[in-house]
């Protein structure tokens, strides 16, 4: 039987031929054991938290058979320990297999840096609602600043010349989620763009580059207990009396909050795909897959909104009954 996990995996695989450590079969039957075993869990009764130390175990042990890079990360939490002083931060630079998300996050920042140019603006912000949720993107230009973590990475992973830095801004996106009163900062975007251009706009979308910085460690455990609660509700979902759209507001949710948390160093693309399915499949959609050109992880990461994901929900992932 073609897996149902088969088809982002092989989109993965396409641009990055060595993901899995070269082992693409073994991975996705590991996939799937994982999956089935969490199936197994949940009918018994378990719990977000009991589900997700599985998952994280479960990516884990792959990542040690496969002989991955820095496989000791891969679901290792980055929730610092209380008696930790030093919080490690953690980014993922969108290059090589993730280059086509930094043109989609290019192409959106630059527009807005253009209008907020002619406005003669510093900062951009727009809320939206959706899902019950929400959301505010804000987008702010800024000099560079050495004691930001973000800005610190960005210079590392894109070095320039010193004699170009004081021409340089840093323009800075960030998703924050509405809970209880309060915006929560999930994920900030760092680029640049050169003021000292004839045509710096011009110049971003053909150069630039996104840093992503994920969400602060010490946020972590306070959206863990959200997501457990945006779980829950998904599995209480009733076929019988309400619709699938509703199942899929739930679900996409879910993904959306878990792909910013990143409560991981690694390994949480996965785990995100594995609670999807999980899902779906507890509620009898056994066919259900992932579309192929796309990367399920990072559509969510680089959405401006819930409701821009919730829209593009359906082309992300095919919800069936039907294997």
């Known amino acids: 039987m073609t897996s149902l996990y088969s088809s982002l995996s092989s989109e993965l695989v396409a641009i990055h031929p060595m993901m899995y450590g070269g082992r693409q ?29 599985h998952f994280s175990i479960a990516r884990r042990n792959i990542a040690i058979r496969h002989k991955t890079r820095d496989e000791e990360q891969f679901g290792e939490s980055r929730i610092p320990g209380k008696r930790t002083k030093i919080v490690r931060q953690s980014c993922t630079p969108l290059d090589g297999p993730y280059e086509k998300y930094n043109s989609i996050c290019i192409a959106r920042m630059s527009d807005i840096v253009e209008g907020m140019r002619d406005r003669d603006e510093f900062i951009y912000r727009a809320k939206d609602k959706s899902l019950g949720r929400t959301c505010m993107y804000e987008v702010k230009m800024v000099k560079p600043d050495v004691r930001d973590d973000g800005m610190r990475q960005l210079s590392v992973e894109y070095p320039v010349k010193k004699s170009q830095d004081v021409q340089k801004s840093i323009v800075i996106g960030t998703i924050y989620l509405k809970k209880d009163g309060i915006y929560r900062e999930m994920t900030r975007y760092y680029t640049w763009i050169n003021d000292e251009l004839e045509d710096p706009v011009c110049e971003m979308r053909a150069h630039s580059k996104v840093l992503l910085l994920h969400h602060h460690p010490k946020m972590i455990r306070e959206t863990l207990d959200d997501l457990s609660g945006m779980f829950a509700h998904a599995i209480s979902w009733h076929k019988d009396s309400e619709s699938l759209d509703v199942l899929k507001d739930r679900v996409s949710l879910f993904r959306f909050t878990y792909a910013h948390c990143m409560p991981a160093f690694r390994g949480d693309g996965a785990i995100g795909d ?15 897959y992932f579309q192929g050109g796309k990367l399920s992880n990072f559509e969510p990461m680089i959405s401006t909104s819930l409701s821009a994901y919730r829209e593009a929900y359906n082309d992300v992932i095919v919800v069936s009954e039907s294997i």
Do not use: K
Not at 27 to 39: G, H, N
């Open 274 to 288: 594995w609670f999807e399915l999980l899902i779906y499949r507890y509620h009898g959609f056994a066919g259900t």
């Open 25 to 53: 079969d073994d991975y996705l039957e590991r996939s799937e054991v994982a999956i089935r075993e969490a199936s197994e869990m949940l009918r018994d009764g378990a719990c977000f938290s009991e589900i997700h130390g």
